[in-house]
């Protein structure tokens, strides 16, 4: 059974850098089939999509969030990472890591789906 | 970018009644070179994560209970619970998958009358 696994500080200073690690067991994340993403979701509110990126490192990310973000894949570690600079506090949310499902690709491009498989979530508080 | 609007915000249905929620998309979400809707239903219960119970709009997960199902095409879709059981209390949200930004709607929650 595929599992996640969220970690990294809850508590992030305004103006500073959010580091989360998503570690993957009972699955690879090396799988050509899915890409690795991230949502959050802020107390009491929706869910927001972040990015998400495969093991070779293709990525998809949110253009509300793309120049602030960065998403990395560490296959020997079977983990993989979102930064988040310039936080505020609008950045305070429960951040999950999930397991997300890839279609077609075409020369440039690959469709991604639903997100199957989540972690428990982690909240991230952003405040002096 | 593709918004996702869920109706109602809120529901309370009494066991074994159905429920019922509705998902619009401010464009089509039906691909039509392979007639698939790229749309997915998830339950978060409170404290834990989203699970996806639905996908291409009608298709349950494994170990989903058939008392659920999905429909809908193009832009309007419905989720039904048949018989609403107590364990199903929770937020239930949409998500479309045709284009990024991959979007979920508000959510909608769901309690026992």
């Known amino acids: 059974q595929l599992h996640l696994q969220e970690s990294g500080p809850g508590l992030v200073k305004p103006s500073e850098t959010l580091s989360l690690t998503c570690t993957v067991s009972g699955g690879s994340v090396s799988s050509s089939d899915y890409y690795w993403g991230w949502i959050r979701q802020p107390p009491g509110k929706g869910l927001e999509w972040i990015g998400s990126m495969s093991y070779s490192g293709d990525t998809h990310h949110n253009p509300s969030l793309k120049s602030r973000i960065t998403i990395s894949v560490d296959t020997s570690k079977n983990h993989f990472s979102l930064k988040l600079n310039s936080v505020t506090a609008a950045d305070t949310a429960v951040y999950y890591c999930a397991r997300h499902r890839k279609g077609s690709c075409s020369s440039t491009n690959c469709y991604l789906y639903y997100f199957d498989y989540w972690g428990q979530g982690t909240l991230v508080t952003v405040s002096s | 970018d593709i918004v996702m609007t869920q109706s109602p915000d809120s529901l309370a249905v009494s066991l074994g009644e159905r429920a019922t929620i509705n998902c619009k998309s401010s464009q089509s979400v039906l691909y039509s070179s392979n007639n698939k809707n790229y749309l997915g239903w998830y339950q978060q219960k409170p404290g834990q994560p989203p699970k996806l119970l639905i996908s291409?709009?009608?298709t349950r997960e494994s170990g989903v209970p058939d008392r659920f199902s999905g429909s809908g095409s193009g832009t309007d879709f419905t989720l039904t619970i048949s018989s609403l059981q107590a364990e199903d209390v929770a937020v239930y949200y949409c998500?479309?998958?045709?284009?990024?930004?991959?979007?979920f709607g508000q959510g909608t929650k769901l309690e026992i009358k």
């Open positions: 998500q479309q998958y045709y284009g990024t930004p991959y979007s």
């Open positions: 291409w709009a009608s």
